[in-house]
């Protein structure tokens, strides 16, 4: 689940059985109402979901780059901004590093080993699991991990304007004493996104 897009080839499958049993209710007659309404269910589906690509379509735009008047990477940018911004940052680190993210659970522009925040409460889970921001940054080593990717507005969001998410000041409080304790910055764009390398104990010291 770590890439949600690899689970496309499975929809023709589905959507074969799904032939397979329209037509089934079509050959029998006892059943043959419920085959109608099926039917109509079904086109109107399809309708919806050829109207919603199309508006999809004009949305984004991909005409320019398609006909070579705009980038690649100035498109994304546009699209993206501070995402795409912050994965070519990741991008850039040298080794083989590992990037923990926190509130983004988006990974499709990183080229490097990225563990993306799939539940959005990563942080919280681990802080309740594990206990101080030390035990913490242990366990994350343990894991191989070596970076961390902090999608400061996504947190905030959270915090502030989510009423139903579990996460509150404590955490954030928590993850400070974390930043400045067991990370080294290396990167931040305008407060969007923070890139930190998770320091080893010795150089902690």
């Given at each position: 689940?770590?890439?949600v897009r690899q689970m496309?080839?499975?929809?023709?499958?589905?959507?074969?059985?799904?032939?397979?049993?329209?037509?089934?209710?079509?050959?029998?007659?006892?059943?043959?109402?419920?085959?109608?309404?099926?039917?109509?269910?079904?086109?109107?589906?399809?309708?919806?979901?050829?109207?919603?690509?199309?508006?999809?379509?004009?949305?984004?735009?991909?005409?320019?780059?398609?006909?070579?008047?705009?980038?690649?990477?100035?498109?994304?940018?546009?699209?993206?901004?501070?995402?795409?911004?912050?994965?070519?940052?990741?991008?850039?680190?040298?080794?083989?590093?590992?990037?923990?993210?926190?509130?983004?659970?988006?990974?499709?522009?990183?080229?490097?080993?990225?563990?993306?925040?799939?539940?959005?409460?990563?942080?919280?889970?681990?802080?309740?699991?594990?206990?101080?921001?030390?035990?913490?940054?242990?366990?994350?080593?343990?894991?191989?991990?070596?970076?961390?990717?902090?999608?400061?507005?996504?947190?905030?969001?959270?915090?502030?304007?989510?009423?139903?998410?579990?996460?509150?000041?404590?955490?954030?409080?928590?993850?400070?004493?974390?930043?400045?304790?067991?990370?080294?910055?290396?990167?931040?764009?305008?407060?969007?996104?923070?890139?930190?390398?998770?320091?080893?104990?010795?150089?902690?010291?």
């Amino acid at each position: 689940l770590l890439q949600v897009r690899q689970m496309i080839p499975v929809f023709p499958a589905l959507a074969l059985i799904g032939a397979l049993g329209m037509e089934g209710l079509r050959e029998q007659e006892q059943h043959h109402d419920l085959w109608k309404i099926a039917r109509g269910l079904s086109a109107a589906a399809i309708g919806l979901a050829l109207v919603t690509a199309l508006l999809a379509f004009v949305d984004t735009n991909p005409l320019p780059v398609m006909l070579g008047m705009e980038t690649d990477e100035d498109y994304l940018l546009e699209r993206l901004q501070a995402h795409y911004v912050a994965m070519q940052a990741v991008n850039d680190l040298e080794g083989d590093p590992v990037v923990l993210f926190l509130w983004e659970p988006r990974t499709y522009y990183c080229e490097q080993t990225c563990i993306p925040d799939s539940i959005i409460n990563q942080w919280w889970h681990d802080r309740r699991v594990y206990g101080s921001p030390a035990a913490v940054a242990d366990h994350w080593r343990e894991q191989g991990i070596t970076h961390v990717l902090v999608f400061e507005t996504g947190g905030r969001f959270l915090i502030e304007q989510e009423p139903h998410d579990p996460t509150d000041e404590t955490d954030w409080t928590d993850l400070a004493v974390l930043r400045e304790t067991e990370m080294m910055p290396l990167w931040d764009d305008l407060d969007s996104y923070t890139l930190y390398e998770l320091i080893s104990p010795s150089n902690g010291e």
